[in-house]
C-alpha cells in the first residue's frame, strides 16, 4: 500500500472496520495536504445500499460490513480522490453529493478538492463478457495503453492476422518518446489533452488537467474507460461530471497511430534491430495547426491542436517548427495568448529556456514576450527559475535583430515591475552595465532600431522604480549622463523612455530637504532636473507628459526649497525686480547637442546668486535668450530668441540683489537656488500647457510647493491675476485620442500618414484645471510684514499622504507594453484598409485634379450659404478634399463643420475652454489618408483633431506650442502645413521662423528672418520640401530652404513703394516651385519668379486698398482676392474671371469684410468668409454638379 494509492481490494482483504479507521488516520496525517487516492474494486460484493454504504469483509468470519460513506469521507478528509469499480457505483457518486449538498461544514474549496470516479451509473451493472477483463474500468484507469489496443484490436482490419498476445510484448518504455510505447503513450496523452480542452470549460480543465499529475493522468484514463464501457453499454460517472467525450473526433486520430503500431510490432518484436519510425501523426497535426493559421482568427473556432502543439514541444525533431507555428498563433492577439494559457504553455516553454540554439533563441524570446505582454505573474516564475538571466545574455547578444532585443528588454522589464525579488536579481546580473553599454553615445549610430533604445530606457526606469540600491548603482555608473544623450533623439517615444528613466533614477528620497541627504546624490538629480527643464517644451505631449510627471516628483521631493525660493519673491524688501528668469535653453552649450559634460558644468547665469555681479548680465541688464542651441539643426525643447528676453512668459519675477535677505533652506548651494526658479518658471509655463492632462500636472506641481495657494490668493487684492469675469477652466469638454503614433513599425523611417499616438488616459486627467496667469507672481503686499512669503514659509512642511495619493503616474510604461500586444508578423487589416482608401483617394484625387485644369475656372454661382452662428464672425474656413465638408471657426476658436450637399449641419465643438482665444488658421493633414485637422491658435499653441466630421466624435490628437519661447507681438502668429516633409512652418512678429517636424513632433530648426519686419505671410511648397516662402509686413517677400537656413535663398520688395504688408503670399500650381503670388494690403497682387530678377513679372492691380485675403488653387491655373465684401477671381495671366459681390445682406444683417478665402484643394470650387458675420458662402462653376 503506497502512500499516493490505497487500493482496498475486497476480494483479498480481510480487515475490520476499526483497522480501516487507524489505517486512514495514519494515512492521512501522513499525507499532510497531498492528495490521497482511494480505490474500491468491488467485484463479486454486493451493490453499495441506497444509503451509499459500500461492503467490505469481517476478518474473523466470513460476513459483509457495510462502510457509510459519510465515516470514509470523514477519516480521509480533504483532499481526496476515490475511484469505484464496482455495479451500480452511481449510487455512492449520488451519496457523496448529497452529504457536499447539506454538509455544514463542506465549503466551496473541499468541494471542489472532492474528486470521484465510478465506473458506471446507479442503474448499471459492470460488463461481464469475455471480450473484457472482470476490472475493466480499473484496467482503463491503470493500464491504458495495452487496454486501449486490445480494445482496438477486436475491431480493426488487422484483428484476423494479428496475434493479441503481441500487445502485452510492446518493446520500449512509456516515458521514451523514441520507442513505439513511448510514442503511443505521448500520442495518447495529446489526443487527450485535446480532447479535454475542446470539450472542457477553460476552469475545469485547468483544474483537473494542469494543476495535478495524479490527477491529469487519472482523468486522461477515464476518458478512455468512457469510450471503451460506453461499448459495453456502461456509462462512467465523474465529479466534476464531464461531458460525453467517447464519440470526439479526435479518437480516430488515436486509432489511426494504433492502428500503425499495431501493423509494425511484429517486425519490431521479430528483429530488435528493427530501426523505429516515428509516427507521422504529430506532423500531420502540427501541418493542420499551420492550414488553421493562414484561414482562423479570432471569431472563428479555436484550433483544436493546440494541446497537441504544446506536446510537440518536447521533441526536438518538433521543436522548431512548432514554436514558429506557435509563435504565428500568440501573434494573432491577446485573445491567442489567452487560450495558449488556458492550455497550460507557460511551463512548456520555461523548460526550454536553457536552450542555446540561436533559432530557437529567437523564437523563444518573441513568445515569451507575447505571453508576458499578457500576464504578467509569470515574472515571479521566471525568477524562481533563473529565466532572467537568458534574457540578459540575449539582450546583450550582437547575434540578435535589434527587434529581437528590444523584446528581451520588454521581458526583463516586467520581470522587475512591480517586483523586488526580480529586480534584486537583475541588478545582481548586471542588468544596468548591458543597458548602458547600448546606450553609449558611442554606439548610437549603430543603433538602427529605436524601439531597443526606447525598451533599454524602459528597462533601467523599471529596474530603478523605489530601488535604492539599483539607483545609488546607476549614479555610480554615470547613467544619467548616458540616459540624458537620449533626450535629443527623433522618436518620440525614445525621449519620453529616457525621460521615465531619469525620472525614476533620481527619486532617491522623499525628503532630500534632510541634511542626512548625500550631497552628490542631490547633485546628480539637480543635473537630471536642469537636463529635463530643457525639454519640457518638446512638441511631442507624450513627452512633454512625462517632464512634468518627473518634475512633479522633484517638486515632492525638494519641496521645502522650493516653497523658500517662491517666498523669496514675495518679499517687501526687494524695491526693485529683476526681468524675467533665463531661458532654460540658455546653457552654454557651444557643440549644440546634448553633451553630459556641457549640461552638467553649463552656466545658468547670475540671477539669484548672492552678491553677484550685474555686469554679467546681457545688454541693457537683461539675461540674453539667445543661444547657439537656436540654430542648431537639429532642434527640440524650448526654442527661443534674442527678443523673448524682452518677453519673457515664464510668470516668476526676480530680485535683482538677494544679498538682503539669504534664501531660507538647509544647505545652501547657489546653483540649486538657480535651477528652482527655472523649475518654478517652467511650472508655470506646463500649468498653461495645450494639453489640458499636461497642464493639470503642472498645475498639481505648483500646488506641492505652495503657489497656487499664493496666486489664489492674490486675486482678492490686485487685479493683475484672473480678470473679472474670466472663468477658469475646470473641465475640458474635449476626448483625446490613443492613437496618435502607430508603433506597429519597427522602423525608425515612418511617413507621415498614420496619426502619431498620445498616452492612454486616467482619471486624474480629467480633474479641474485652474490657469496660472503670469500676472498672479508680482510683488503684492499685504498686511503680514513680509508679504506673500509667510504664506509659502508657513506652509513649508512634507507633503501630506492625500497629496502623495494624488501625484500623477507615468503612462509611457503602460502604453508601450501595448506595442507587444499588437500583431507583430503580419500587417495588420486596418494597413491594409488604409492603403486600399489611400489608393481609392489617389485617384479621385487625379481625376479632380485633370477636369479642374481643363475647366475654365471661372467661378461665378453660389451654390451654398451657411449661417455658422459665430458671433464674431467667421475668422478660417477650409473645403475637405473627398467630401461637400466645409470647416469654419471664429475668433472665439469655436469650430463648425456643415455639409454643403445637404445644407445640414454636421458637428461643432471648440478647439478649447481657456479664456485667453484667437484663432489664426485652419489646415487639414494627411488630405489622402484619415485627414486630421489642424487648428492654430493666436498664442502660437496648436491642436490637432481627429474625427472632427463626426457629431461629438472629435478627439484632440495632440497639442504643443508652435512658438514656445517666443512672444510674438499683436498676436500675429502666422503657420503653414507641407505634407510631404511634414513640416510645419510658424512665425510672426519675431525674428524667426521655427521648422517643426510632426513626424518626429520635434523642432527640426530655428530659422532667422534676416529682416528687420514682422512676417504677416506663410506659405510652404507642396512640391519641393522644405521649401517655403514668407511675406512681411515692409512688403518684402523672402523664400527659404531648411537645407540652407542661414540666409534666405531669394529676396525681394515687389510692394514697394508703398510698403503695405504682405496679406497673402502662395506657390502657383503645378510642379515649378520658383513661382508665387504675393498680394499686398495696397490691393496689389505680383507675380515673381525665383530664377528671375527680384522684380516681378506681372502685377495686377486687384483693389484699390484695404486687400483682406489672398487664395491660390493647389492645382488650377486661378487665383482669388477679396477686399471689403468683393472677391475677385483671376488667370495666373492677369485676367481678370469674375467679380464676386459678397452678399450685401442677409436677413437684414450687416456684412462685414471679407477675411478668409479657401480654394478646395482638387475642385474649383471656393469658400469664403466674412470677419463680421456669421455667413459663409461657396461659389462654383455654373455647371457644377
Not at 354 to 365: A, F, G, H, S, W
Not at 1129 to 1155: A, D, K
Request: with cysteine; charged share 20%.
Amino acid at each position: 500500500m503506497s502512500a499516493g494509492n490505497l487500493r482496498l481490494d475486497t476480494s483479498f482483504s480481510w480487515i475490520q472496520q476499526w483497522k480501516m479507521l487507524r489505517i486512514f488516520v495514519i494515512l492521512a496525517a501522513n499525507m499532510l495536504d497531498q492528495r490521497v487516492l482511494f480505490h474500491y474494486n468491488g467485484h463479486g460484493v454486493p451493490k453499495p445500499t441506497s444509503n451509499g454504504e459500500i461492503w467490505v469483509f469481517n476478518k474473523s468470519y466470513t460476513q459483509y460490513i457495510p462502510l457509510p460513506i459519510t465515516d470514509l469521507d470523514s477519516w480521509l478528509k480533504a483532499p481526496s480522490i476515490y475511484v469505484f469499480d464496482c455495479s451500480a457505483a452511481g449510487i455512492i457518486v449520488k451519496a457523496f453529493l448529497e452529504r457536499l449538498d447539506w454538509s455544514s461544514t463542506s465549503s466551496a474549496s473541499s468541494q471542489k478538492d472532492c474528486i470521484l470516479l465510478a465506473a458506471c451509473e446507479a442503474h448499471q451493472t459492470l460488463p461481464q463478457s469475455a471480450e473484457f477483463p472482470a476490472d475493466v474500468f480499473t484496467a482503463c484507469l491503470t493500464t491504458p495503453i495495452k487496454m486501449a489496443l486490445h480494445w482496438f484490436c477486436k475491431r480493426t482490419l488487422l484483428c484476423g492476422s494479428l496475434d493479441h498476445s503481441l500487445i502485452d510484448k510492446i518493446p520500449g518504455r512509456q516515458n521514451d518518446r523514441k520507442t513505439i510505447l513511448g510514442e503511443l503513450n505521448w500520442i495518447f496523452t495529446a489526443i487527450t489533452d485535446t480532447i479535454a480542452w475542446n470539450v472542457l470549460p477553460r476552469d475545469v480543465f485547468q483544474r483537473l488537467f494542469r494543476q495535478d499529475l495524479l490527477v491529469a493522468s487519472l482523468f486522461r484514463n477515464f476518458l478512455l474507460a468512457e469510450r471503451i464501457m460506453r461499448s459495453a453499454n456502461c456509462s462512467p460517472v465523474s465529479y466534476p461530471l464531464l461531458p460525453p467525450t467517447h464519440q470526439h473526433h479526435m479518437w480516430d486520430a488515436w486509432d489511426m497511430a494504433a492502428e500503425i503500431c499495431l501493423s509494425k510490432l511484429p517486425q519490431l518484436i521479430d528483429d530488435p534491430n528493427a530501426e523505429f519510425q516515428p509516427s507521422p501523426f504529430f506532423t500531420e497535426q502540427l501541418t493542420a495547426f499551420e492550414v488553421w493559421l493562414d484561414h482562423g482568427s479570432e471569431d472563428k473556432k479555436p484550433p483544436e491542436q493546440l494541446p497537441i502543439v504544446l506536446q510537440v514541444l518536447l521533441s526536438q525533431s518538433h521543436r522548431f517548427r512548432a514554436l514558429v507555428l506557435l509563435g504565428r498563433f500568440l501573434d494573432m492577439g491577446p485573445w491567442a495568448v489567452d487560450l495558449a494559457l488556458s492550455v497550460g504553455i507557460f511551463p512548456y516553454v520555461l523548460k526550454l529556456l536553457p536552450t542555446n540554439t540561436i533559432e530557437l533563441r529567437q523564437i523563444l524570446v518573441f513568445i515569451w514576450t507575447k505571453i508576458l505582454s499578457l500576464d504578467k505573474s509569470c515574472q515571479v516564475d521566471l525568477v524562481k527559475d533563473g529565466g532572467h538571466t537568458y534574457f540578459i545574455r540575449f539582450l546583450d547578444s550582437l547575434d540578435a535583430f535589434p527587434e529581437q532585443r528590444a523584446m528581451a528588454a520588454f521581458v526583463i522589464a516586467v520581470i522587475v515591475d512591480g517586483h523586488r525579488m526580480g529586480q534584486e536579481a537583475c541588478m545582481n546580473a548586471g542588468l544596468i552595465d548591458v543597458c548602458l553599454r547600448h546606450l553609449q553615445p558611442e554606439n548610437l549610430h549603430a543603433q538602427t532600431e529605436p524601439l531597443l533604445l526606447q525598451w533599454l530606457c524602459l528597462c533601467l526606469g523599471k529596474l530603478w522604480e523605489d530601488f535604492p540600491e539599483a539607483q545609488l548603482l546607476g549614479l555610480q555608473t554615470n547613467a544619467p549622463e548616458t540616459v540624458i544623450c537620449l533626450l535629443s533623439e527623433p522618436r518620440p517615444e525614445v525621449r519620453a523612455a529616457a525621460v521615465f528613466a531619469l525620472g525614476n533614477l533620481t527619486t532617491l528620497s522623499n525628503c532630500p530637504d534632510d541634511d542626512s541627504d548625500d550631497d552628490e546624490k542631490v547633485k546628480a538629480e539637480i543635473n537630471v532636473v536642469r537636463s529635463l527643464l530643457q525639454i519640457s517644451s518638446d512638441g511631442s505631449p507624450l513627452v512633454r507628459s512625462e517632464v512634468a510627471i518627473a518634475l512633479t516628483h522633484f517638486a515632492l521631493g525638494h519641496n521645502k526649497n522650493l516653497k523658500s525660493v517662491a517666498a523669496e519673491y514675495w518679499k517687501p524688501q526687494s524695491k526693485s525686480l529683476l526681468k524675467s528668469l533665463p531661458s532654460l535653453a540658455n546653457i552654454n552649450n557651444p557643440s549644440n547637442v546634448y553633451s553630459p559634460n556641457n549640461i552638467l558644468q553649463g552656466s545658468i547665469g547670475p540671477v539669484l546668486r548672492v552678491g553677484s555681479d550685474s555686469g554679467a548680465a546681457g545688454r541693457d541688464g537683461h539675461i540674453s535668450t539667445s543661444s547657439p542651441i537656436a540654430a542648431s539643426s537639429i532642434m527640440h525643447g524650448s526654442p527661443q530668441s534674442d527678443d523673448s528676453s524682452q518677453h519673457s512668459d515664464s510668470g516668476i519675477l526676480l530680485r535683482e540683489n538677494a544679498s538682503n535677505g539669504g534664501l531660507s533652506y538647509t544647505r545652501s548651494r547657489p546653483v540649486d537656488n538657480v535651477i528652482y526658479s527655472q523649475f518654478i518658471s517652467t511650472m508655470c509655463s506646463v500649468s498653461k500647457d495645450p494639453d489640458p492632462r499636461i497642464a493639470t500636472i503642472g498645475w498639481r506641481a505648483l500646488t506641492l510647493i505652495g503657489v497656487e495657494q499664493v496666486a489664489m490668493k492674490s486675486t482678492r487684492f490686485n487685479s493683475g491675476g484672473l480678470h473679472r469675469g474670466e472663468t477658469s477652466a475646470s473641465t475640458f469638454g474635449m476626448a483625446h485620442s490613443s492613437s496618435w503614433r502607430d508603433m506597429n513599425s519597427g522602423s525608425n523611417s515612418m511617413k507621415f500618414m498614420t496619426p502619431p499616438v498620445s498616452p492612454p488616459q486616467h482619471d486624474y486627467l480629467l480633474l479641474g484645471l485652474r490657469r496660472v496667469c503670469s500676472m498672479e507672481f508680482g510683488q503684492h503686499p499685504i498686511n503680514s510684514p513680509d508679504g506673500f512669503a509667510n504664506l509659502l514659509l508657513s506652509s513649508a512642511t512634507g507633503p501630506s499622504n492625500a497629496e502623495l495619493k494624488k501625484l500623477p503616474e507615468s503612462t509611457i510604461y503602460n502604453w508601450s507594453c501595448g506595442h507587444f500586444s499588437r500583431p507583430l508578423l503580419t500587417a495588420s487589416d486596418d494597413n491594409e484598409e488604409t492603403n486600399a482608401r489611400r489608393e481609392e483617394r489617389e485617384r479621385i484625387a487625379l481625376d479632380f485634379i485633370t477636369k479642374c485644369q481643363r475647366s475654365s475656372c471661372k467661378i461665378t454661382s453660389q451654390i451654398a450659404s451657411w449661417d455658422t452662428r459665430f458671433e464674431l464672425g467667421t475668422k478660417a474656413a477650409l473645403l475637405l478634399p473627398f467630401s461637400p465638408i466645409v470647416v469654419a471657426a471664429d475668433e472665439n476658436e469655436k469650430i463648425s463643420v456643415w455639409n454643403y450637399d445637404d445644407a445640414q449641419p454636421v458637428n461643432s465643438f471648440h478647439n478649447h475652454k481657456l479664456s485667453d482665444r484667437g484663432l489664426s488658421k485652419l489646415l487639414l493633414i494627411n488630405e489622402l489618408d484619415e485627414c486630421l485637422l489642424l487648428a492654430a491658435s493666436s498664442d502660437g499653441n496648436v491642436r490637432i483633431w481627429k474625427n472632427f466630421a463626426c457629431k461629438g466624435g472629435q478627439k484632440l490628437v495632440t497639442a504643443f506650442s508652435s512658438v514656445q519661447g517666443h512672444r510674438a507681438a499683436g498676436r500675429s502668429i502666422v503657420i503653414d502645413w507641407q505634407q510631404q516633409s511634414c513640416y510645419l512652418y510658424a512665425s510672426g512678429d519675431m525674428s524667426s521662423i521655427l521648422v517643426w517636424d510632426l513626424d518626429k513632433e520635434q523642432l527640426l530648426n530655428t530659422i532667422p528672418s534676416s529682416a528687420d519686419s514682422a512676417i504677416s505671410a506663410l506659405s510652404a511648397s507642396q512640391v519641393r520640401s522644405g521649401y517655403f516662402a514668407a511675406g512681411f509686413a515692409d512688403g518684402s517677400v523672402r523664400i527659404y530652404d531648411v537645407c540652407s537656413p542661414d540666409r534666405p535663398v531669394y529676396v525681394a520688395r515687389p510692394h514697394a513703394p508703398r510698403t503695405e504688408k504682405v496679406v497673402g503670399i502662395g506657390f502657383q500650381p503645378g510642379f515649378d516651385p520658383y513661382e508665387i503670388v504675393s498680394a499686398s494690403q495696397a490691393g496689389d497682387i505680383q507675380f515673381l519668379d525665383v530664377r528671375m530678377a527680384a522684380e516681378p513679372y506681372l502685377t495686377i492691380e486687384a483693389h484699390r486698398g484695404s486687400l483682406t485675403a489672398l487664395a491660390v488653387h493647389r492645382h488650377a491655373p486661378v487665383v482669388a482676392s477679396s477686399a471689403k465684401q468683393m472677391i475677385k477671381v483671376f488667370s495666373l495671366e492677369g485676367e481678370q474671371l469674375r467679380i464676386i459681390r459678397y452678399l450685401p445682406s442677409f436677413m437684414g444683417q450687416r456684412t462685414g469684410s471679407v477675411n478668409c478665402l479657401s480654394f478646395h484643394p482638387y475642385k474649383s470650387l471656393l469658400a469664403a468668409g466674412a470677419g463680421h458675420n456669421a455667413l459663409v458662402s461657396i461659389y462654383a462653376e455654373e455647371n457644377y454638379k
